[in-house]
């Protein structure tokens, strides 16, 4: 089975950076969607950003311009950059695995199957 672990999740301050790492070792499949979702205390699960097999990024638009998804093949790792932090980001971040390609819609946290345990980040002053 697919196993993912995310880490670096931290306290920060407004305007701070965080990189938050999801190790995801070996996937089978050439096709795939990986991605970043979020969930704060009493909100719905967000789409962050995801990346597929070919290279293509989306984010949402509450973090266009702020955060940068990539992932690093050699090191099975997916990555999280994130810049300029708002108290809004304040949430669990997990990392997940789509088990075919094409659109990663980041509002299709429904269609990921393979799920990390979540690191969480929090924003504040």
């Known amino acids: 089975q697919v196993q993912l672990v995310e880490s670096g999740g931290d306290s920060v301050q407004p305007g701070g950076s965080l990189k938050l790492s999801c190790d995801y070792g070996d996937y089978p499949y050439v096709g795939f969607c990986m991605g970043w979702f979020r969930q704060a205390p009493g909100k719905a699960r967000e789409g962050v950003a995801t990346?597929?097999?070919?290279?293509?990024?989306q984010y949402s638009d509450s973090v266009k311009g702020r955060f940068m998804i990539s992932r690093d093949a050699a090191k099975n790792t997916l990555l999280l950059e994130m810049s300029t932090l708002k108290p809004e980001d304040t949430a669990m971040y997990y990392c997940?695995?789509?088990?075919?390609?094409?659109?990663?819609?980041?509002?299709?946290?429904?269609?990921?199957?393979?799920w990390g345990q979540g690191t969480q980040v929090t924003v504040s002053s």
């Open positions: 990346i597929n097999n070919a290279g293509t990024k």
């Open positions: 997940a695995i789509r088990s075919w390609g094409g659109d990663c819609d980041t509002a299709s946290s429904f269609q990921f199957r393979y």
